[in-house]
Structures are given as C-alpha cells and as structure tokens.
C-alpha cells in the first residue's frame, strides 16, 4: 500500500476584479502560466460545483458556486491522484479571498480535517521568501 503523500492545491479564486487593474483575474490561466509549487493541482471551484444545467434538482435556482455532489468530488479526486489519507496543503495567490472554501470542501467531503492544511501566507510570499 502506497504511503500518504503530502499534495499541494492551488485554491485561488476571485470573487471580484482586481482593485489595481479592475479585470477580473483567471486562476486557472495563472495556475498553468505559473509559477506553482512544484506537483500542485488546481482545484477549480466552478469546475466542481452544482451547476443547475448538469444537476437541476440539486441547484433548482442555479445559483453559483454551489457545493459538488460527493462523487463529483470524488471523481476529481481520483482524477488528481488524491487519496483520503494523503495530506493536502492548500495555497492560493495573493488576492485570493477564498482559500478557506477550499478547505471546506474538503473537510465536507470526508477527508480528514488533520490531513488539509491551509498555506499561512500566499505562493508569491513563499516565492519571494524561497
């Protein structure tokens, strides 16, 4: 049996747009373009969430950003190699308000809350303190 692993998670997510530039910023495209912590997925809360279009008795208002039924979830998971007892450090960039959702998300899922960690500070602070 495979030992846990320790797997870092980009949990960026914006709500608004930036206050210096006034766009709204793309977590996914700045997960792809980097940097990132070496091995890191990028967990996509929109990507994973009740859509009204793919679960209408789930989201009947179609609100967004409505928590993913558990096998979505766990769908994911498999897909990102991540197993309940692996340890999963979840970090986001600066701006990103949201990262505790990631958290959440998992911990409401089943995995065990002393196996998801929250990244005190952001990857451009650990960038420039590395």
């Known amino acids: 049996k495979e ?23 793309n977590p996914s495209r700045e997960y792809i373009s980097g940097p990132r912590l070496p091995g890191a997925r ?10 009204h279009e793919l679960f209408p008795n789930r989201n009947p208002k179609g ?30 960039r600066r701006g990103a308000l949201f990262t505790p959702r990631a958290w959440f998300l998992f911990v409401s899922m089943g995995h065990d809350p002393n196996r998801v960690h929250l990244m005190q500070g952001s990857l451009e602070d650990y960038v420039e303190e590395k």
């Open 3 to 25: 030992s846990p692993k320790i797997i870092h998670v980009d949990g960026s997510w914006y709500h608004r747009p930036d206050p210096n530039t006034g766009l709204l910023r």
């Open 42 to 51: 990028y967990l996509d809360i929109d990507a994973l969430a009740t859509t």
């Open 63 to 92: 609100l967004p950003h409505m928590m993913p039924p558990q096998k979505l979830f766990g769908l994911a998971m498999d897909a990102y190699n991540i197993r309940s007892e692996d340890h999963v450090v979840i970090y986001a």
